[in-house]
């Protein structure tokens, strides 16, 4: 068949410029140590920033929400999904990020890519005056949730506060939207949220601002990017997911009480889907809780004492030809460049029973190929020290 065989060439395309992504299986929870094929594996490759996905008060919790309100919601929010935990949690969160926001609320998502697509279509769509100036190193939801509003997008160039702020100023737009990851996810580095906020207050735009990777693990008390840099303002959209540090699933938006209405009333990644299952809700409190208190300050202090352990000469990373991109959170890019020669990165650690993430494009940019190294509270020193070594091992034998 003609199609059949336009797919298989297309394909093949990719296969022969090493860009075939494959799945593994893996056959325990998600940890440091995981099974895969029967293979005990060392990983450190997950966004568990603060190894909670499995922690058993958390299971507990969902276990404990499954008996109390059943497996799942049934209905949109709007209908009949929104469940008792789902408006406790809202409550929660909302006082999380709520030191730092006029006003606030919360609401919450089935995944951070539809908050996304919500916040920029809720906030955008069908507006002829609207104009979204994007970070070129944003998450693919964030560049998605502009598709979706059909808004005229500028993307401004990585960390570029003169470059954003030509554009702020020749802007005739009355709804402005400046949207940022907080941390790049593929980079690790933080974006100069304080800088660009003065910018959005001066030039009268909101501020997007994606924490995936920082709720949890930002902050003294994990409450994320805002907290990190004591940011206050009105202008804040705030956006967190809850499926990496908080190790259940789904996201939240935390703004001023008037953002949150508008996305719940036109919002349509919010409006046309299922509730997540209540249980999950219920179990994210108890991870709140977590993140929150004492065991929690204890895991991001491990977590940052393992991010400096990279710096370390005896335990830590030694590249020549290599580059580690200058990163102070859990995400941890060696830059190598070419395609394959990640891969067969990738491929030799693997045989070693290490098990790191290969970004290749389009997710980064071409020629900037690399093995992402995520870090997490539940990895050991000792186990930080034998991926640092197979590394060096590698680059020097390959070199
Ligand atoms: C993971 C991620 C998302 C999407 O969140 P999900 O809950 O996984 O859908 C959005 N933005 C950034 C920067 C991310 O890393």
Same mark, same amino acid.
Request: glycine share 8%; proline share 4%.
């Given at each position: ?11 093949? =395309?990719? !296969? ?20 895969? !094929? ?79 697509? =919500? ?249 900037? =190929? ?30």
């Amino acid at each position: 068949m003609q199609l059949l065989a336009q797919l298989s060439q297309q394909l093949q =395309a990719l !296969d022969e410029r090493s860009l075939i992504r494959r799945r593994r299986t893996v056959d325990t929870p998600c940890g440091p140590r995981v099974t895969v !094929d029967g293979r005990e594996l060392l990983a450190f490759c997950s966004n568990d920033y603060l190894g909670l996905a499995n922690h058993p008060l958390i299971v507990e919790a969902l276990r404990e929400g499954a008996s109390l309100y059943g497996a799942g919601s049934g209905a949109s929010h709007l209908i009949s999904g929104h469940a008792r935990p789902h408006a406790l949690l809202e409550d929660r969160l909302a006082g999380f990020v709520g030191a730092h926001l006029e006003r606030p609320r919360a609401l919450t998502f089935c995944t951070g890519y539809m908050a996304n697509l =919500a916040i920029i279509s809720g906030l955008t769509a069908g507006d002829r005056d609207a104009e979204i100036f994007s970070e070129s190193l944003n998450h693919a939801s964030l560049i998605d949730g502009a598709r979706l509003s059909r808004t005229r997008v500028h993307v401004y160039p990585h960390a570029d506060l003169a470059a954003i702020e030509a554009m702020l100023k020749a802007s005739n737009a009355a709804t402005k939207l400046v949207v940022t990851d907080s941390v790049f996810s593929m980079d690790g580095d933080l974006a100069p949220l304080p800088e660009l906020l003065a910018l959005c207050e001066q030039y009268n735009a909101w501020l997007v601002v994606d924490d995936a990777h920082g709720f949890g693990t930002l902050g003294a008390r994990g409450h994320g990017a805002l907290e990190h840099f004591d940011l206050r303002s009105p202008y804040l959209v705030y956006m967190g997911t809850l499926g990496k540090a908080a190790g259940v699933g789904g996201a939240f938006v935390a703004a001023h009480e008037t953002v949150i209405e508008t996305l719940i009333q036109k919002a349509r990644p919010y409006i046309f889907t299922t509730a997540a299952p209540p249980a999950m809700a219920h179990a994210l409190l108890a991870s709140l809780d977590l993140i929150d208190g004492a065991e929690g300050a204890l895991r991001r202090a491990h977590l940052q004492a393992l991010v400096a352990q990279l710096d370390d000469a005896a335990t830590g990373l030694q590249l020549q030809r290599w580059q580690r991109l200058p990163s102070a959170t859990a995400i941890q890019p060696i830059l190598i460049g070419d395609n394959a020669e990640t891969m067969r990165a990738g491929a030799a650690l693997y045989e070693q029973g290490l098990w790191v993430g290969t970004i290749r494009p389009p997710t980064v940019a071409a020629g900037t =190929a690399r093995l992402r190294v995520t870090l997490s509270a539940g990895h050991s020193t000792m186990e930080v020290s034998q991926l640092s070594a197979a590394i060096n091992a590698l680059e020097k034998e390959w070199t």
